[in-house]
């Protein structure tokens, strides 16, 4: 079963910026559609990015503009650069296959707060 590792979440002012990743282990080099999800307080873990094998993207209408996921193959790692941070990008982000294949990580804790 593959495993994933996010890392790279904290805490930032509004307008800040964050980078987090992604590492999968054992995915056997198969290349799949990664996404991003987040989940707030009481809210559903919702999809805000994924990138295709081919490297094609799509956003979410309110992370778009300020947020570019992208991947490096090679390592089995996806990213999530994350810009003008709003306080409503608080949340856990997780990352998974999109449709969702792989059990769910831990996720990183992002928290946007003057």
């Known amino acids: 079963q593959v495993q994933v590792v996010e890392s790279g979440g904290g805490l930032v002012q509004p307008g800040g910026s964050l980078r987090l990743s992604c590492a999968a282990s054992r995915s056997n080099g198969v290349i799949y559609t990664m996404g991003w999800y987040r989940q707030a307080p009481g809210n559903q873990r919702e999809l805000v990015a994924f990138?295709?094998?081919?490297?094609?993207?799509m956003y979410t209408d309110s992370v778009k503009g300020r947020f570019t996921i992208s991947r490096d193959s090679a390592k089995d790692t996806v990213y999530l650069q994350m810009s003008n941070l709003k306080p409503e990008d608080t949340a856990v982000y997780y990352c998974n296959t999109h449709p969702i294949i792989w059990n769910w990580g831990q996720g990183t804790q992002v928290t946007v707060s003057s």
């Open positions: 990138i295709t094998s081919g490297d094609s993207t």
